[in-house]
């Protein structure tokens, strides 16, 4: 019981969460532990590489180490989505000359430093004279000449070394391509029949690519997070937002599209656009890259991950660095440890309320206002939340409350969905059925969980009648008696 208050005690000190992608370096058992013990709240799964049998026993580890810890984790797949690649060469790659002539044609035969298949015909339609191509992470670049209906002509603004199946971006179009793929399908199924609390949808384009992942699922599935890696989603963010579940700052396709100046102001919109609506946030993609290979992180690696806690993300998210890199424990150590300063620092909460919420006219609303007003007015310990889909913890957390908010709710899907939503700790506990049973459960859980000490206030939050989905209407303010878990010591 203590290794795990001591879990809950750092899990309550640090409002951002910490998500952190498993691979060859960190998917045993062992090291899901440490990286657990590290500070990371959330695991991705990133169905972009390995096969389904590894990702089965990486969620059976996770869930067994969610078990032993004690504490709700979430699991996100991330779906690859469709990754538009160039062909094969002879010789398994070829050099495109600066200036030079390269066609990309519709030839399966193996390419030279004069062409190479593209075996993608949606795009010979759709590009245009001027248009852009970049390969391999924009490292080379072409410039359309002419678009046949089976070969696009182009020239090499910046030429270079390419291999096979190389990624090409084409960021002056939208791509006419299904945003689920016949992989991406067979992944989502796998992802449903093991549980996984989030799907992330990859190379979002339109609120139409969110809308048919959740035909796909249901109502009922995993959440869905919109992955922003395309120019072409920027103009259609608000509805994509609201289709989402959460959104997810991609900032690796993001940042090859787009100039990379353009990049460090779209995302503070993003982030800003995405917490008001009260739904979570994920900033990712080389937030530590140079602790693949090193054990420690660049000065501007650390103020990167800064700038997005001061924004008031609700997760930052490791890729490479935990999955593959040779310091996957330190990683996570350094970002929660760079987390942790940044909410230190008496300057935070104001930063974080640069960013203005505006509740909409509804008493569940009105009263997560109050929750932030009351703590900001009255010594309080904590905020607890009762609930059953976990929309009063979201509505809180919009609010970013100076105190910890436990959220307490009969789902255990909920309670996994709360590791990705910032400042919460949730814990999975049976129902409420009257007023007096949730003010003495939500004591109980608040000295158990080190939420406060007998004399300190917290407010409780819930709707009446109990279980009725929506109907936050109770806001009440209660005091710790030290006797609490004598008198009721079994929960």
Known sequence: MARVDRQHQTQRGRKVKILATL???????????????????????????????????TIAAIRAA???????IAILCDLQGPKLR??????????????????????????????????????????????????????????????????????????GVISDRKGVNVPDAVVPVPALTDKDRRDLSFALEHGADYIALSFV???????????????????????????????HLDAIIELADGIMVARGDLGVELNPEEVPPLQKRIVEVTRRS????????????????????????????????????????????TASGAWPVEAVTIMDRIAIQVERDPGYQARIHF?????????????????????????????????????????VARERPSVPVMVLTPSPKTARRMALL???????????????????????????????????????????????PGATNLLHVVTLAGNELDRHPGG
């Open 23 to 57: 691979g060859p370096a960190s998917r045993s058992p062992e090291m899901i532990a440490k990286l657990l013990r590290a500070g990371a709240d959330a695991f991705r799964v990133n169905m972009s590489h390995g096969d389904q049998a590894t990702h089965a026993e």
């Open 66 to 72: 969610e078990k032993d810890i004690g504490r709700p």
């Open 86 to 159: 160039v062909g094969t060469f002879a010789g398994g790659r070829a050099v495109i000359r600066h200036g030079s002539h390269f066609t990309l044609d519709a030839n399966p035969a193996p390419g030279d430093d004069t062409r190479v298949c593209l075996p993608h015909p949606e795009l010979f339609g759709i590009l245009h004279k001027d248009q852009r191509l970049l390969i391999d992470d924009g490292k080379l670049r072409l410039r359309v000449i002419h678009a046949d209906p089976d070969a696009i002509l182009c020239s090499a603004e910046v030429g």
């Open 205 to 235: 384009q339109r609120p139409e690519d969110v809308a048919e992942a959740r035909r796909l699922t249901g109502p009922h599935g995993p959440a869905l997070i919109a992955k922003i890696e395309k120019p072409a989603a920027l103009e």
């Open 278 to 321: 009260g739904k979570p946030v994920i900033v990712a993609t080389q937030m530590l890259e140079s602790m693949i290979e090193s054990p420690a992180p660049t000065r501007a690696e650390v103020s990167d991950v800064a700038n997005a806690v001061y924004d008031g993300a609700d997760a930052v998210m490791l890729s490479a660095e």
């Open 355 to 395: 960013t203005s919420v505006h509740p909409d006219a509804t008493t569940a609303d009105a009263l997560a206002q109050a929750c932030a007003t009351i703590a900001q007015t009255v010594t309080l310990a904590g905020i607890i939340c009762f609930t059953g889909s976990g929309a009063t913890a979201r509505r």
């Open 422 to 468: 910032w400042g919460v700790y949730a814990v999975h506990t049976r129902d409420i059925g009257s007023f007096e049973e949730m003010i003495g459960k939500g004591k109980r859980m608040a000295l158990r969980h080190g939420f406060g000490e007998a004399g300190a206030k917290l407010v409780t939050l819930a709707g009446v009648p109990f279980g009725t």
